[in-house]
């Protein structure tokens, strides 16, 4: 028994050793990575649906068929049939949990069974049909994001890619060095997949530059990509190409910000009127209005109207007019 453990033990020192040399040698990663690869909080939910009903879902694809191209941009690392899986299984789950929950809230509230299994069963539907729709809108979304943070990005990983260019450095060692910078971006993500498909899978570069050019989901990336590509096939001058591009994606920068400052002068003016004039103007009527008795609008109190409009209306529109700031807004 007492060899046994002393077996155990050097083997787990001898493991514990050769991981510790091996991570001596490999050069530093981005932490950041690392946290974006361990927040892949759908990974457990995916695994499980796809066991459950991985295969019952075939003849729901078709209905999806505009989103696999969709999640391969979006940067979410998750197989087509594995997404619609979960989306099926969550909408499945959500329809029977809200349906049986307000069929059984109406029953409480003494309404007939009938009409509370009636309009449970419609919320039910409702939600369902939200469910979809929200699994549908996600990698969209997220797709849209990666997007714009790209572009944000492309002047400054333009203008860094031809000082190494000019110095000498090959494209390979070019996406290497912007792979492992310490600072969070987007493209360092797209240089990191271009990295791995040649130091791992044996791509040369320009096949490694095809497929990052066919994944993205940035316009003006995989135009600077098959620039790169068409460069480094005729042996042009890659530093004077990404000079050039450096340069016009600077004056578009400029203009963009341009156009980014004249938009936010006019959203200011939308906020001003709609919500700091325009609920003051509603408020000072609908507290006339229940001071004098006025009757009611569309059914509803005066108090009741204040009541929604204070607690919903004003915090509602503030958090849409702030999701349209974050979304317009650039990052750099």
């Not at 989306?87 to 029977?96: I, K, R």
């Amino acid at each position: 028994m007492i060899k046994q453990l002393l077996k155990k033990l050097k083997t787990s020192i001898t493991d514990a050793g050769t991981k510790i040399r091996k991570g001596s040698k490999v050069p530093k990663q981005d932490a950041q990575s690392e946290k974006k690869k361990s927040k892949n909080d759908l990974e457990g939910p995916i695994a499980f649906a796809y066991k459950l009903i991985g295969d019952k879902t075939a003849r729901f694809l078709p209905l999806f068929k505009d989103l696999d191209q969709t999640l391969i941009r979006s940067g979410l690392r998750t197989n087509f049939k594995a997404y619609v899986s979960l989306t099926v299984l969550a909408s499945l789950l959500v329809t029977l949990s809200v349906g049986v929950v307000t069929s059984l809230l109406l029953v409480v509230f003494r309404l007939p069974f009938s009409s509370a299994l009636l309009f449970g069963v419609g919320v039910a539907l409702f939600t369902s049909a939200i469910a979809v729709v929200g699994f549908y809108l996600y990698p969209v979304y997220r797709a849209d994001k990666h997007k714009r943070e790209l572009d944000d990005e492309l002047p400054f990983m333009t203008g860094y890619m031809s000082i190494l260019a000019a110095a000498g450095v090959s494209p390979e060692k070019m996406f290497h060095s912007l792979a492992s910078l310490d600072v969070p971006l987007a493209a360092s993500s797209e240089a990191r997949e271009i990295v791995q498909n040649v130091s791992l899978f044996g791509m040369d570069v320009i096949s490694a530059l095809e497929k990052a050019s066919s994944r993205t989901p940035s316009q003006k990336l995989r135009d600077m990509i098959e620039g790169m590509i068409s460069t480094i096939h005729t042996g042009g001058n890659l530093g004077a190409f990404l000079r050039e591009r450096f340069k016009t994606h600077m004056k578009l920068k400029r203009v963009s910000l341009k156009k980014y400052s004249d938009s936010l002068s006019v959203l200011s003016e939308v906020y001003v009127a709609l919500l700091l004039t325009g609920p003051l103007l509603l408020i000072i009527m609908l507290s006339v209005m229940s001071v004098l008795g006025g009757g009611n609008l569309m059914g509803l109190s005066s108090e009741l109207l204040l009541s929604l409009l204070t607690y919903m209306g004003i915090p509602v529109c503030a958090v849409i007019f702030l999701l349209i700031l974050d979304s317009s807004s650039p990052k750099w």
